[in-house]
């Protein structure tokens, strides 16, 4: 079975400055995806950045970047120069491959970007 | 283009009452995804479709809860018997092509259930 771990329910930033979200996983597969989910308050949840286990290079995507340790199994998210709108539940999710699509999501954690 | 769409987006039912819940995916999307988000927590896997085969139901709690998307388009999620339990905000999920791995799932906005 597949578990995501999100060991920090609530966090919060100062506009401009960095943050970064802890993930933890366990899968067993070797071949798998994983995925960093935004949900801000009443609006539906968008992709932020996504990442292949076999790819040894960091994910980034603008002001978000990933640092992915497969031997750790660890996954968390940087999040530069943060924005207003950066505030929402982060979730981070796992796409074991092979016959199990299905994503495993953490429980979340909020970030508060505040002023 | 058009996205996710979900009705409804609020969904109040006595305890006992059946209920309907309604998924749009966006247009030619082979993947079909429904999850349930308890309140404080992630998104847990319901059911899956590819086109119009139920590929996976391993999620569906009890066999109160049934899935069905006929035309491999719009698919609905029904709750037979509702519980207090139940009560959850219920995503919708497509996906452009056949589902794992690499490919992004599109969320809709979800239906809150609240079963009093």
């Known amino acids: 079975a597949q578990t995501v771990t999100q060991s920090q329910p609530e966090m919060s930033v100062q506009e401009a400055e960095t943050v970064t979200l802890s993930c933890t996983y366990d899968t067993s597969e070797n071949n798998y995806y994983l995925f960093w989910y935004k949900q801000p308050p009443s609006r539906q949840m968008i992709l932020v950045i996504r990442?292949?286990?076999?790819?040894?290079q960091n994910a980034t995507e603008n002001r978000f970047s990933v640092n992915f340790q497969k031997a750790a199994k660890s996954f968390s998210l940087k999040i530069s120069d943060s924005q207003l709108g950066d505030t929402a539940m982060y979730f981070c999710a796992l796409d074991s491959g092979g016959s199990n699509y299905k994503l495993t999501f953490g429980k979340g954690t909020l970030l508060t970007v505040n002023p | 283009g058009a996205g996710v769409s979900q009705s409804p987006r609020y969904k109040v039912a006595k305890r006992g009452q059946d209920v309907a819940l309604r998924c749009d995916p966006i247009s030619g999307h082979v993947s079909l995804f429904w999850y349930q988000q308890a309140l404080g927590q992630g998104p847990e896997f319901l059911t899956y479709f590819q086109n119009e085969a139920q590929l996976d139901k391993s999620g569906l709690p009890s066999d109160r809860f049934f899935a069905e998307r006929p035309e491999g388009s719009v698919s609905t999620l029904k709750i037979q018997r509702t519980q207090q339990e139940d009560s959850a905000v219920y995503l919708c999920a497509s996906s452009p092509r056949l589902a794992g791995g690499y490919n992004e799932q599109f969320f809709g906005p979800g239906t809150r259930l609240t079963v009093l």
């Open positions: 990442q292949e286990a076999y790819k040894q």
